[in-house]
């Protein structure tokens, strides 16, 4: 039996990627095989990086763009640092969907010029790398967003992602897209962003952009296809970091570009100085002019989380407490009807959308979502207990 076409595309896409690699990056299989006998490889992948590497990339943004600003460091050396570890995250994890290292690095010593030539920077992120969900359009790369369908055009100057335009004004530089699951909907580790998350938690970018869904909610800087098969669900974006003063940083810039101007859909609200103090004046150790009041809801009465979890969140609770603020526990409505109406609103096509996806390459649906494919065209999508029933008996 001849192998299918979408799975010949598929190998395709993962050589190309394999091949933007540089040879001295590439990890030998002895390596790699090593993670399997390993629960954790945060910190396996500072085995393959010298010391510069390291103590770039386990920097936070502002730590990064300080150094910038002070000549310790130039973007390129920055701009390697990070295409390397994200190589190595890469070859550990398979995270990234699009490699852009020449690109980024390219850019890199065009800022290295100005600042060398002119004395100043670019923007307030100058020479920061930046790594993205591949659902946002950045110029030369594919949007696959998950299908194999998608593969093939790249983006255009004028069909890149305002979210992308406005990183660059700011002197930021896009150097990996990350991947996402079929339909930007299912069970991965992270969700929908779960490359983000395993680039991120590997250090590989100091700063990453993802996206959830949220019902009559508009797309937020993005202009980026429509998450199929989803007519009432948009999606909404956000900075992600394991520094919190960098998601900070980069919302700043952000807005401090005004956005709303480019995009009606995007909301008139500015950066608040004054808010941001303030809430900082109250969340120190020492709480002064008045506590903070935290909502905590242990569980949303449909599954409750495993006990680690659930010590951790009495570990937050505990820790608020004694710093003085309020902690007001929340017993939320009832989930599970909300769960229904939600899957019925996602259904209301009968996945039509993600059909047509699919058939572009004639790829199967994943298992997890297999369960959505049983009825035929014309037919809604299965409720949410249908889909929790089917996705166990897929684990089983």
């Known amino acids: 039996m001849s192998q299918p076409q979408w799975e010949i595309t598929a190998s395709k896409k993962r050589a190309q990627l394999s091949a933007l690699i540089p040879r001295k990056w590439t990890?030998?299989?002895?390596?790699?095989?090593?993670?399997?006998?390993?629960r954790d490889?945060?910190?396996?992948?500072?085995?393959?990086?010298?010391?510069?590497?390291?103590?770039?990339?386990?920097?936070?943004?502002?730590e990064i763009l300080s150094n910038v600003a002070s000549d310790l460091w130039t973007s390129v050396e920055i701009v390697e640092a990070f295409c390397h570890r994200a190589a190595v995250a890469h070859q550990l994890v398979n995270?990234?969907?699009?490699?852009?290292?020449?690109?980024?690095?390219?850019?890199?010593?065009?800022?290295?010029?100005?600042?060398?030539?002119?004395?100043?920077?670019?923007?307030?992120?100058?020479?920061?790398p930046v790594s993205l969900k591949d659902k946002f359009r950045v110029e030369g790369a594919e949007t696959a967003a998950g299908y194999i369908g998608w593969l093939g055009p790249t983006e255009t100057a004028a069909s890149e992602s305002l979210l992308v335009r406005n990183l660059k004004c700011c002197g930021a530089i896009p150097f990996v897209k990350t991947n996402v699951p079929m339909s930007l909907l299912y069970l991965s580790a992270g969700g929908a962003s779960g490359g983000e998350g395993a680039l991120l938690a590997l250090r590989g970018a100091p700063l990453g952009w993802g996206s959830d869904i949220a019902i009559n909610l508009a797309d937020l800087l993005n202009r980026v296809r429509q998450l199929p098969g989803l007519p009432t669900g948009h999606a909404v974006i956000g900075p992600l970091s394991p520094y919190l003063d960098s998601i900070e940083l980069s919302m700043k810039?952000?807005?401090?570009?005004?956005?709303?101007?480019?995009?009606?859909?995007?909301?008139?609200?500015?950066?608040?100085?004054?808010?941001?103090?303030?809430?900082?004046?109250?969340?120190?150790?020492?709480?002064?002019?008045?506590?903070?009041?935290?909502?905590?809801?242990?569980?949303?009465?449909?599954?409750?989380?495993?006990?680690?979890v659930q010590r951790a969140v009495d570990l937050v609770v505990d820790a608020l407490k004694e710093q003085g603020h309020e902690v007001v526990l929340w017993e939320p409505p009832p989930h599970g009807p909300a769960t229904e109406i939600l899957y019925q609103l996602f259904g209301s096509t009968g996945g039509h959308a993600i059909r047509e996806a699919l058939r572009l390459s004639g790829e199967p649906p994943i298992p997890q979502l297999q369960t959505w494919f049983e009825n035929d065209d014309t037919g809604s999508l299965p409720t949410a207990s249908r889909l929790f029933l089917g996705s166990m008996q897929t684990a089983r």
């Open 95 to 128: 995270c990234l969907s699009e490699i852009l290292f020449d690109a980024a690095l390219a850019q890199a010593k065009l800022l290295d010029t100005v600042r060398s030539k002119f004395g100043r920077t670019i923007g307030p992120l100058h020479g920061l």
């Open 27 to 38: 990890l030998d299989s002895s390596d790699i095989s090593n993670t399997n006998t390993l």
């Open 41 to 62: 490889v945060t910190l396996f992948i500072h085995t393959f990086l010298n010391a510069q590497e390291l103590e770039i990339t386990e920097s936070s943004a502002s």
């Open 253 to 308: 810039a952000i807005l401090e570009l005004r956005p709303w101007r480019d995009d009606i859909e995007v909301i008139e609200l500015p950066w608040r100085n004054k808010s941001i103090q303030s809430i900082r004046e109250r969340s120190g150790k020492r709480v002064v002019q008045g506590s903070l009041t935290f909502g905590v809801m242990h569980w949303d009465g449909l599954v409750r989380p495993h006990p680690p």
